[in-house]
């Protein structure tokens, strides 16, 4: 079975910085596109970065030149750093086995809908100003 476990949220100042770690057990995070989100507090689910299988990554424009996804493939685990955190970065962050762009009101429907065996429980990340 897939398992993934966040870890490494945190409650940190404006500015700070951050490292999401994502633990994957049951598939090779090396031979699979992979993808952090997040969930805004009322809003819909975001797709904050993904990473590829060729390792080339790409970020949402709210993220970009902030936060950068990357892996260890001798750890089997996907990170994400985030840098220069802003207020209207605080969500839960959720990482999964593959990137699409969400649909549906929120992560918890878009993951319902999609595959939920694929994703972690997330983790929250709070950015105080």
């Known amino acids: 079975a897939v398992r993934l476990e966040e870890s490494g949220g945190d409650s940190v100042q404006a500015g700070g910085s951050l490292t999401l770690s994502c633990s994957v057990s049951g598939l090779r995070v090396g031979d699979s596109e992979m993808a952090w989100y997040r969930q805004v507090l009322w809003k819909e689910c975001e797709l904050v970065s993904t990473i590829r299988v060729d390792g080339s990554q790409s970020s949402a424009d709210s993220v970009k030149g902030r936060f950068t996804a990357s892996r260890d493939a001798a750890k089997n685990t996907l990170y994400l750093q985030m840098n220069n955190l802003k207020p209207e970065d605080t969500a839960v962050y959720y990482c999964?086995?593959?990137?699409?762009?969400?649909?549906?009101?929120?992560?918890?429907?878009?993951?319902?809908?999609?595959?939920?065996?694929?994703w972690g429980v997330g983790t929250q990340v709070t950015v105080s100003s």
């Open positions: 999964a086995a593959y990137s699409r762009i969400p649909s549906g009101p929120n992560c918890v429907y878009f993951m319902a809908k999609e595959d939920i065996s694929l």
